[in-house]
């Protein structure tokens, strides 16, 4: 493997048969408690599969573990387990709390870091940190439980178990010396102050697919001893579809086999169909019983069993080497090679990211932030008819809707996704991915286009042309922004590769025009151009749980959901424009057909009066309830909702809308027919002679008045960057009774203090990196338009005057600031955390948290959600390296 520029990244070469990432970390962290895995008749997925059964009972769609691998249908996996001789049981995956267990929702109670990866994952590394003592299950469930919704979540470093540094940090790399030709090394660092026991056992094992694929008649691969040099151990891995591999082992470890079988004695009072089943090794190594395993050495889990006495601040090593049967496997000088030559090319594709002029945090911040986003790529399976058959339903019979995803049979998943959150979340959601793609594409963009049409596929995309939302109810609906992201990808691979890839747009272009249209017959139900949604994928912002029934009847009219449209609108003209310029027959139709799509909404959003979305007194934009009677009111939360409108602002080329023949006459006839559309028009085509024309649904005047609110410290500005709640409603909540019952909503900065939607998330006061992501686009696409002829006090009151790019490079600084050290040598993700904040074995760890303290910028939710928050490496990258002068240049040949 040599190392070469491809695709817009310096990285390790692609294999030449294209099978780079046939392994990769696609392991998942958590199986337990997902919807695959519940065949419950109350459909409570967690209670279904417990943590407490994962160590016991087979999966059926996927497999989990700590810092592991596999292959790319995760028919092989490889993983490691740890004890440390006072667990009541072998240390295999990451423990959390249940949405139920947690006062705060849904929570993983451990400290893992994903610190490296290339694209093609030649070189990975993941640190774990186990504690010395027994691991306290029982105290972190019922000291959680036992804690309300006002106060601070408990937390593994508040149970003690880390009190003078009596823990192992265990660090798990990974070298590829070809796409399937393995490398292994495992380091425990003993940080506390005495001698302490550790027992490693790195872990091989087939996802149990013959109990259930083919009616249970499907071939049973094999994994058995085999001979191997001296001084090694080896396991042989026999799969009919993927070959055969071996395991070879440094060391000589005692090899343990057992099944992947459930343990439906333990678990159901049932005898086992073998005496060796899935929790076997953990018995005979946690609990003595040499009968759980297998002594013909054989099996379908195995694990090398490492037993370590490390000093004081001393350090073992172990050494192991996965490759195809009979391979050359060398552990020694070789293997070192191998690793230094892995390495050096994961430096050099790092530094090749990081902007000129970076400091060694900032290049810090960006390497962990993609090694993030590399390490949350999962192997995804889930086909819901078969599914829908353990509930009792087929394709023909009348649809369940006591059972979750009942309409979805044609859904087929069996692919690598990128996962929001690989323990809380570890699944797909289709905003959620767009975001992601986005994010990769600074690092692995032919990945990051793979994941944009993977949700348009037909196995996905459905009949009708909605996008599945996620695993919990594909029939709901996030934002949608595919058609924005998918653009973006094609424009920055044109800007660094010089390809113009239009099939891959065009593809994508086709099956959203199907996804537009269900938009436009399903959520307008008006038919005034006002859109509804739901939730919207923002949870609690709402004074009301948005995508259940109103306790006033009716329905909303939603700021946001109206935004997101004609940010659609937006995105599928530019498509269209781009694509017309190589086929104007086939696309002329669909150029006019969006633009008349936008005028429309745009219109809809510039009403005035009583019932419009826009408040004349506010100068904000809100959302409408429409009640059964007729009459409507607007509900006045200052939310990201009402900021969401200058999202879609989109800059376009006068030369793009020239190209297209009788377009400027079609859009006045059009224009002629329908008078109150006339504003919008001309604000489109608006601006100087050669000029940029800017699509906005917000004119000069509202711009400003929402960006005074929107950039007041008392308001939405935050040091960390844009609250999703006005600071307002911290002293003035807004509330609406209905029938003697208040529904309020008041700015929290930190987590929600409801159940609504969960309660494991919440947009009422901290922020967020997606949203505050398409404010900085909607601001950088603005100053193209504007110029240095609009500024704007930032922040409002402070007298100091910017343009829209910088107020979009102020913005990005805060946001990036939330990771990196600070002047006091503190780093505001970590808030109060004494251990993360001063311990040089912590300090330089990061958590990409889903969201963020609205006043101090403490991460909270997800811990491990660099999905939609790794787009803080493009945030540092474009402001890294592109000059307000150069991205306006640079505008005039490319949009935004």
Known sequence: ?????????????????????????????????????????????????????????????????????????????????????????????????????????????????????????????????????AFPYLDLVTTNRNRGRHEFEYELLDTGVFDDDRYFDVTVEYAKAAPDDILIRITAENRGPDEAPLHLLPTLWFRNTWSWQHGGGAEKPRLAVVRSPAGTSAVRAEHPALGSYDLRCGGQPRLLFTENETNTERLYGTPNASPYVKDGIGRQVAGGEEKAVNPAQEGTKAAAHYILTIPAGGAASVRLRLAPAGSSMPLGRDFDAVFRARQAEADAFHRGLAPPGASEDEARVLRQAVAGLLWSKQYYAYDVESWLAGHGLDPWTAPDHAVRNGAWFHMACDDVISMPDTWEYPWFAAWDLAFQAV???????????????????????????????????????????????????YALEELRTGHADRAFLDRVFQKLLT?????????????????????????????????????????????????????????????????????????????????EHFLWISAAVHRTGGDGLWDEEDGFFYDVLRLPDGRATRLKVRSVVGLLPLCAATVLRPGQLAGVRGLGDRLHRFVDRHPSLSAGLAQA????????????????????????????????????????????????????????????????????????????????????????????????????????????????????????????????????????????????????????QDDPHWRDLLSFHEYFHGDNGAGLGAAHQTGWTGLVAPLMALFGTVAPEQFSAGLRRKET
């Open 685 to 836: 085509l608006a601006g100087a002679e050669g000029g940029p024309r800017l699509l906005s649904v917000v004119d000069e005047e509202r711009l400003v008045r929402v960006l005074s609110r929107m950039l007041s410290e008392e308001e939405f500005l935050s040091p960390y960057g844009i609250r999703a709640l006005s600071r307002y409603h911290a002293d003035h909540p807004y509330s609406f009774r209905v029938d003697g019952t208040e529904h309020r909503v008041g700015y929290l900065p930190a987590e929600s203090d409801s159940g609504m939607f969960g309660g494991n998330s919440n947009w009422r006061g901290p922020v967020w990196f997606p949203a505050n992501a398409l404010i900085v686009r909607g601001l950088l696409n603005l100053y193209a338009y504007y110029g240095d002829g609009l500024t704007v006090e930032c922040p409002t009151g402070s007298g100091v005057r910017m343009n829209l790019y910088e107020v979009a490079a102020e913005l990005s600084a805060r946001l990036t600031r939330i990771f990196l050290r600070g002047a006091d040598g503190h780093r505001p993700v970590y808030g109060g955390q004494r251990k993360f």
């Open 439 to 489: 994010a990769l594409s600074v690092a692995d963009l032919p990945f990051a286009k793979e994941q944009l049409e993977l949700l348009l596929r037909d196995t996905y995309l459905h009949p009708n042309g909605q996008v599945p939302a996620y695993e919990w109810n594909f029939g709901d609906v996030n934002p949608p922004v595919h058609a924005w992201a998918a653009y973006f990808v």
């Open 515 to 595: 996804n537009f249209t269900w938009w436009v017959n399903r959520k307008d139900p008006s038919g005034r151009n006002l859109f509804q949604g739901g939730f919207l994928g923002l949870d609690n912002i709402g004074v009301f749980d948005r995508s259940a029934q109103l306790p006033t009847g009716g329905y909303l009219e939603q700021a946001d959901g109206t935004a997101w449209m004609a940010l659609y609108c937006q995105t599928m003209l530019q498509i269209a424009l781009e694509l017309v310029r190589h086929d104007p027959t086939g696309y002329e139709d669909h150029v006019l057909k969006f633009a």
């Open 1 to 133: 493997m040599t190392t070469r520029t491809n695709a817009g990244r310096t990285g390790p070469a692609d294999d030449a048969s294209g099978r780079e990432k046939l392994w990769g970390p696609y392991l998942g962290e958590r199986q337990w408690g997902t919807v695959r895995e519940d065949y419950s008749a109350g459909g409570d997925a967690w209670s279904a599969f417990p943590h407490d059964h994962a160590r016991s009972r087979a999966y059926r769609w996927g497999e989990d573990g700590l810092g592991g691998i596999c292959d790319e249908k995760q028919r092989l996996c490889f993983a490691l387990a740890l004890w440390n001789g006072r667990d009541p049981i072998l240390k295999e995956r990451a423990f959390g709390l249940t949405n139920g267990e947690g006062n705060h929702g849904e929570d993983v109670k451990e400290y893992y870091f994903h610190l490296d990866s290339t694209p093609g994952h030649t070189y990975l590394k993941y640190l774990y940190k186990y504690p010395q003592a």
